[in-house]
């Protein structure tokens, strides 16, 4: 094994990209040493990929590989065209035992390099299914241009500075690599599900849709000739009663080819925001401008604050309410006296804190014209409490020593789905709810894998996965406009199928408040989870309570290093009567409302990844198609250096740019550049920290 595991890398900028086909043929492997045979399309959403007995998955039935079984199977296909691409479905039922097995395969005209598909076993016979076991829904083998092989992909969440680093992964004939999730989480301690397979200048990048246990392993043949790529569930041992029907984890991938990877990303991110991100009327939502507070906090101050931010204008947009709102729980989140997380189940306004429930919160931000966010950890329960009582039969339950007093809705369980939906649902109309923070703190395999039987090693975990899909899409039907917060720990369920419901507002337990990690998380992120939220760092540290001016080097590097798709801030304080503070923090919202439509252009870091305060960072987001572009430049507290050269991306070296150099709030004198000059830039920066702005268009 002769790769590097887990080194954070030195980003390399690529200037272009062009989705083409890879080139040679695409080879399918059953996972057991037995290859299917060679595919005569160099096309990854060619139909010929589903031409039996090249499939790009496998599974063992009755103890036999998939490639032995399927060519004496029947096999059909239906095609389906609708606004968001064609979906074809293939599939193949054994004649003996009834078992079908449907592909349904998504491509999109705009993005012709992409394929996407979700496998669906069903059991149409009278009795039960044989066993069927290690089902891969991606199975293939790459053709190796070079000898070259880099892996990219990004660490998970742990609550730990270095939290969704950029990470490669070397190569050479005869290594592997294995990378898995953490106990029912897909994005918990090593590794989100996505990956960049690099070889030379083309590449397959791919997304593991699955919010629970999954497992990918890429192995270069000793030869040099092909490398393997498997993904799926880490174990399934199943039978399949009469009229039952499972899927399997989402498997989207891209093939590209160009000269540097980095601009591949940026047609993955492109995809992301088209199709794997929440919609509004055929475009892709933007993340909000939030302010919140503690649950476990009078109702009266909480409308103290609202009625302050509304009569002084500041313009926000959601308000939300942490956990702590519920039950008997007390005190602030670290309050040891009956905290909030002692409470969970007891899904029921504190009348301590809310006498007359949360619904006069709701209305009060409804005539403020703000949106609001309640957080509900649904998911689990703590023993004894009102919905573990009411309802046990919904719950899984194992070894109280393992679980330390906590249980597992079972969403596999149609009625106990349908009865957690509806709670929800009431939650979100009678509260006036405009958002719903989902947060989850368990790790569920212990609680999938103690409720399975040696039969169905896989059928809990599979039904909770489909049923907590299953519950978001209702919500999100019954209550058009309802936007999802993905929470789990911090970051921890990040999937392209969570990625496709929600935005992820709180992308870690590590917090705000370490301004390296904030900027680092930023950067690393872009590539793989477009819909992410900064805070500005000022929050914690109340600066309206000390005296003006406001707009220092230091603050405005706190306030930006922040700017993200979405943005958290503290408008103030109830009983501040500062009209100096109140002018400055509008100031800082017109900023990141001006700088958030560029958010969702190319991204291009323009330094390497770095939690050095002794540095500097810098990215740039690009926007071809309306010919400009921002720079963001941050130089960290402990730089020594006052300027920094950028090689910025994607600049005419013989066009002339309107360029704005933005270090206040202050809108900067716009400067006539040649593109040459312009992509060579050079900045300075006197004090550190502090930071500037670059905007740029092309004339």
Known sequence: MTWNRYRALSWKLPPTLTTKLLVGALLVSSGAGCVHGQITSKNLTSPQLWKRPHLPFSFKYDGRDSVRLITKWKASE?????????????????????????????????????????????????????????????????????????????KGSQAQVSDFAPLEEHLDPGGSLHLESYQGDPSNHDTLPFFNLQNGDSGVIGAIGWTGDWKADFTYAAGGETVAVTAGMKKTHLLL?????????????????????MDAQNTWRRLLLAHYTPQENGSHKPGPILFGSWGSEPIADKLAYIKWVHDHQIPVEVYAVDAGWYGASVGAEMDTTNPWWKNRGDWFPSPLYYPHGIKPLGDALKQAGLGFSLWIEAETTMDGKKIIRDHPDWFLHIDPSLAKGESLVNLGNPVARQGLTDMLSGFIGDFGMTWYRQDFNVRPYRFWAAADTPDRIGMTEIGYVEGLYAMWDDLLKRHPGLRIDNCASGGRRIDIEMMSRSFVVWRTDLGFTDTLAEQAQTQALQSWVPDTMGFESLTQSKPWTTPWPYSTPRNLYLMRLGYNAGYGLGPGATGVDNEE????????????????????????????????????????????????????????????????????????????????????????????????????????????????LVFYKRR
Do not use: C
């Open 581 to 692: 503070w109140v002018k400055w923090i509008k100031q800082a919202i017109a900023e990141y409302r001006e700088v958030q439509p560029y958010i969702y252009g190319d991204f291009y870091p323009l330094l390497p990844y770095s939690l050095s305060d002794e540095t500097w960072t810098a990215w740039q987001w690009n926007r071809p198609e309306s010919r400009d572009g921002l720079l963001v430049v941050l130089r960290r507290p402990k730089s020594t250096s006052a300027t920094m050269k950028l090689q910025l991306k994607h600049i005419d070296p013989i066009s002339t740019y309107d360029v704005e150099f933005r270090t206040t709030y202050d809108k900067g004198e716009v400067r006539q550049m040649r593109g040459s000059d312009l992509a060579n830039l050079e900045i300075k920066l006197a004090d550190a920290p502090s930071s500037t």
């Open 241 to 261: 009663h009469p009229g039952e029907e499972i899927r399997t984890p989402r498997i989207v991938l891209m093939s590209w080819k160009g000269s540097e990877w």
């Open 78 to 154: 239906v095609t389906e065209s609708n606004t968001d691409g064609a979906i074809h479905r293939y599939s193949d039922v054994d004649p003996v035992t009834r078992l079908t097995i449907t592909a349904e395969v998504h491509i999109y005209p705009e993005f012709p390099g992409v394929v996407d598909w979700v496998l669906k076993f069903r059991n149409d016979g009278k009795s039960d299914t044989p066993i069927i076991e290690d089902i891969l829904p991606l199975n293939l083998t790459m053709p190796a241009s070079s000898r070259n092989f880099v892996i990219h992909h990004d």
